[in-house]
């Protein structure tokens, strides 16, 4: 071992450590550079077929390489956002309990289709008091006969609230034998309920949640499960490179591209091999949906 007198440098061993370093770097590079060899790559083309007419290439149009599937990705997040509960949202409608309690007995939002009226029974139109009312008004007019006609005042509800409770309880018991006779007079009560149908607001409640899920997709898409992504040339060509093994969806997350009267989105899966490139097709046949307006 020689050494340095002077500064008592030991020259063997400061170059031992330059040999390990050496080494070191060495070792990464060739590491880095099988990684990079392992690692494949996926080319592809996307070409749009419009109704009678040929296909068009995709141009200028940002395609994105996913680890996980888009569609997935926004199942994932409308179920960790939490669809509106329907229980709930009845719960917090401005109606009477007893339509409240209908409406979480029966797997029915919209009480004005035609052909509910089925779901209806004497019990319910004598119970609920919107149904009650419906049924009074579709029957209003003399358009139906031998109905029975409520002999009680409002203001005996106050002024003679015995006579008022026999004479309204006798109306109810004829009522309910008249229905129970002729079940076709509650045909046509679903005219006389979009004031109190909750079927609108459940709907605007549903798309303010589905508008919510689909603006936070393609953010966590690009964020979570981001492995590559490049645009298209003017041939619809592009190219991504880079891609460790394994399975990935060639994806345009929320966006559609467009042709003619043909609107395609697509999520593809795709498997790249190691050190291989994979080409694929975009085409009609394989986007997720296609949403053509013939």
Known sequence: MRSDPQNGVCYDGRMKKVLILAAFFLFVAAWRLGAQSA????????????????????????????????????KEIDERDGPPEREKFIDGLKISPELRAWLQKHDVMDITLPGVDKLFT??????VPEFLLAYQRSNSG????????PKFREADKTENPERYEKQHQEYLNALRKFITARPETMSGMELELDGVNPARKWAEVQNTHRRRVLQMAPAEAQTKYLAGKADTDLEGHAAIGGLAPGNYWLSTLALTASAG???????????????????IEL??????????SH
Do not use: C
């Not at 004497?122 to 119970?127: A, S, T, Y």
């Not at 085409?283 to 053509?292: A, F, M, Q, R, V």
């Open 39 to 74: 690692n494949g790559g996926l080319e592809f083309t996307a070409r749009i077929t419009p109704t009678a007419a040929k296909p068009e290439p995709v141009r200028d149009f940002t395609f994105y390489v996913l680890t996980k599937s888009y569609d997935d990705i926004v």
């Open 122 to 127: 004497p019990d319910d139109v004598l119970h």
């Open 142 to 149: 003399g358009v139906t006969n031998g109905i029975p006609v």
């Open 261 to 279: 009267d043909a609107r395609l989105r697509w999520d593809v899966p795709v498997k790249i091999a190691v050190g291989q490139t994979l080409r």
């Open 283 to 292: 085409t009609n046949l394989n986007s997720t949906d296609n949403l053509s």
